[in-house]
């Protein structure tokens, strides 16, 4: 297989791959590890943080097999790498760029499990609602799931994919790519929905404006991941660029490292604010009145109704009781600040 050579050989982007893939995965490590520090002090914990500390350790792995193939060669020009080291290393540079794949797929698709829990849990109970937002995020990651597919058995034998010289044949490069920009509008859709849904709800609520506007941002952190997952899809094409391998995916694999820490940090912002607010309220010596609320790793704390007894998931107080107050003349409370968000 002939690689474009008329390249600089000097040229390497391996140093803004690790920068930027270490960076993200490092920001995603700090935010689950204060998500998790708020739930063991809270005492409580959720399928919602199995799902995040699933999703973070695929991140890492895939950022470390990124980084590792980064040391044998990728990020450099492919000729350059085989002028200099012969086909071995390219295979080899390849193998594990090619095997942080799946890891990287699945990363930016589990944390949509943990955000459709959290906010189901946050919400007053509608079953429509529920299991609409479980069956979209669990849709989601089945079709990441099967573009991994798609990746390891569109050649026989599988080697080809990263030894051109194995022989055998291979599916033409649209069905990867055409499969890809379906993953990726049905991911970006799910961010809006799971954006759109809980900031519809609290945006109703009688609470403080400031309160409702960082409650619905927070809530909305989503987004993000939408804008970044369709950013990534521009480039998706270049994952089956066989003229320079090692070189030209370059771009795609740093927004999908950027992707996986994005959605997960997304996941995990909602869930910190009574962390935030106790630290918060400590260092302004204030700590008594923090100290006075129950607490909760992740609730929405509705000011006027009392904590409940025994085990609690991830959610204290659903939204339909502040709804019942409401209607029952009680939103009053709302007015001078009694109904507050996420509190600790």
């Not at 540079?93 to 955000?115: D, E, L, M």
């Not at 069905?175 to 809980?198: G, K």
Request: glycine residues 6%; proline residues 5%; hydrophobic residues 45%.
């Amino acid at each position: 297989m002939a690689f474009d050579t008329n390249v600089d050989f000097s040229e390497s982007r391996g140093a803004e791959i690790n920068a930027i893939g270490w960076v993200f995965t490092g920001i995603a490590i700090a935010t689950v590890a204060l998500k998790i520090f708020s739930r063991v002090e809270s005492r409580r914990a959720g399928w919602d943080d199995f799902f995040i500390f699933f999703s973070l350790a695929l991140s890492i792995i895939a950022t470390a097999f990124v980084s590792y193939s980064v040391t044998l060669g990728f990020g450099r020009h492919t000729a350059a790498v085989v002028a200099e080291h012969g086909m071995e290393r390219y295979q080899k540079t390849a193998y594990w760029q090619i095997v942080a794949f799946p890891f990287n797929i699945g990363a930016f698709s589990f944390p949509n499990i943990s955000i459709s829990i959290l906010i189901v849990d946050l919400l007053d109970p509608n079953e429509y609602r529920r299991w609409s937002l479980y069956l979209m995020s669990i849709f989601q990651v089945i079709f990441a799931m099967i573009s991994v597919f798609i990746v390891f058995f569109q050649c026989k034998p599988t080697s080809m994919l990263w030894n051109p010289t194995a022989g055998g044949t291979c599916w033409s490069p649209d069905v990867f790519d055409d499969f890809s920009y379906w993953v990726s509008a049905y991911t970006a859709l799910t961010d809006i929905v799971l954006a759109v849904v809980p900031i519809r709800v609290f945006w109703k609520l009688q609470m403080p404006l400031s309160t409702k506007i960082s409650v619905c941002i927070m809530m909305g952190l989503t987004f993000l991941s939408a804008i970044v997952t369709i950013v990534k899809a521009t480039y998706l094409h270049l994952f089956t660029n066989h003229t320079d391998p090692l070189w030209v995916p370059v771009t795609l694999v740093i927004w999908g490292l950027i992707e996986q820490n994005v959605v997960i940090v997304a996941a995990c912002i909602p869930t910190l604010r009574p962390f935030f607010r106790k630290t918060f309220n400590s260092t302004k010596g204030s700590s008594g009145g923090s100290n006075s609320h129950t607490r909760s790793g992740s609730a929405f704390k509705l000011g006027n109704i009392p904590p409940r007894k025994g085990p609690a998931s991830v959610s204290e107080f659903p939204l339909k009781d502040a709804a019942q107050k409401i209607q029952g003349g009680e939103s009053h409370g709302s007015e001078n600040g009694s109904w507050h968000a996420m509190e600790p």
